[in-house]
């Protein structure tokens, strides 16, 4: 009889803080931010190819954000966190060489977005390009 009462009481608990919780976040909708998604694929310009690279992530103050692969299969690639309204940069490393500053505004946004862009790898040129996927 013991353990039904403290199991109740533990139920009691958590709903009573479940419901202050939501009560807080649907008052203060500053404490709900939104999110921005970056993915989409890397290829190789001479033959496009899939290429399995790092993805780098910096802000405007060269502080490292974050990091993803992308897979040698499909060239595919995946980047979650971002800030709605922020300049970014990004810099792609293959097996041969580091491409640097990539730069990407994530759009003004109010909820959870998802943008796609596929990076085109100028391996010979040193550079990439940021292609918008519709």
Same mark, same amino acid.
């Given at each position: #009889? *013991? !353990? /039904?009462?403290?199991?109740?009481? =533990?139920?009691? /608990?958590?709903?009573?803080?479940?419901?202050?919780? +939501?009560?807080?976040? #649907?008052?203060?909708?500053? /404490?709900?931010?939104? =999110? =921005?998604?970056?993915?989409?694929?890397?290829?190789?310009?001479?033959?496009?190819?899939?290429?399995? %690279?790092?993805?780098?992530?910096?802000?405007?103050?060269?502080?490292?954000?974050?990091?993803?692969?992308?897979?040698?299969?499909?060239?595919?690639?995946?980047? %979650?966190?971002?800030?709605? +309204?922020? $300049?970014?940069? /990004?810099?792609?490393? %293959?097996? !041969?060489? +580091?491409?640097?500053?990539?730069?990407?505004?994530?759009?003004? =946004?109010?909820?959870? %977005?998802?943008? $796609?862009?596929? *990076?085109?790898?100028?391996?010979?040129?040193?550079? $990439?390009? #940021? *292609?918008?996927?519709?």
């Amino acid at each position: #009889m *013991l !353990r /039904l009462k403290r199991l109740t009481a =533990v139920i009691i /608990l958590i709903i009573a803080a479940f419901i202050v919780i +939501s009560n807080n976040l #649907m008052s203060n909708p500053a /404490l709900l931010k939104p =999110v =921005v998604t970056l993915s989409g694929k890397v290829f190789d310009k001479s033959d496009n190819s899939p290429i399995g %690279t790092k993805i780098y992530i910096y802000n405007e103050s060269n502080e490292k954000i974050g990091v993803c692969k992308s897979s040698d299969i499909d060239g595919s690639y995946f980047l %979650t966190g971002l800030k709605p +309204s922020t $300049v970014y940069f /990004l810099t792609i490393e %293959t097996s !041969r060489k +580091s491409i640097k500053k990539v730069k990407l505004l994530t759009p003004k =946004v109010s909820e959870y %977005t998802e943008i $796609v862009r596929d *990076l085109i790898i100028d391996s010979e040129k040193n550079k $990439v390009e #940021m *292609l918008s996927k519709k």
